[in-house]
């Protein structure tokens, strides 16, 4: 089913679906671009200290050591709510509103979920099997660009169906982010952008129950 022709002749089913497919994409790229300005800023904060301060630990050094982890621990939490609470609930809404979405979406769940659970059973072996480790870590990283693959697909799918080309850019920037993951801040943005005006050309008229 094509969608280009407008949101008027869809149900409200159909549309709360949307809304909810949308919603999540705002909320997940919004908390990525919170999440990286907090790992990115954390990383560049502790790699300036680390070329600057190789003294004696001081107060000072050790509470500045303090922040950077707090927020890059921060940053990390942030990142797994949005990719867990966020990303996988706008799947399920996609799919739930369009078949034809079921594949990417599902491309997304097993990349994303598989390669955190290979990353988090690969970090806890390390230190016993670090061969089994490596290993572990390799196949979540062949999942993560399984699901980013899957995101990407479905982004164009979006763009095909609702005639939004940010969505189409965004794809092309989360493909180029595979080999260059900075560049998923400004993929981010964009969806972000791209998911408001969505979101408020699927404004239900007042008769219906679903809101936004």
Known sequence: MSVSRGFDDISDLERGSLIRGFKGLRNYSLLYIIASLLLGSSLLWGFIRFMIVRR?????SISASILILIMGLAGCLILLIAVFLYLMDSMNGFSEFNVRYSTSSSMVKVGYLGACLMFIIGFLVSLIFPLISLILIFFGIMLLVVGRIGFAYLLTKIN??????AFLISAIIYIVGILLPPVDFIASIILFIASNSMLSRLKVSPTSVVSV
Do not use: G, H, P
């Open 56 to 60: 004696a630990l001081s107060i000072s």
């Open 160 to 165: 095909s169906d609702f005639k939004e080309s």
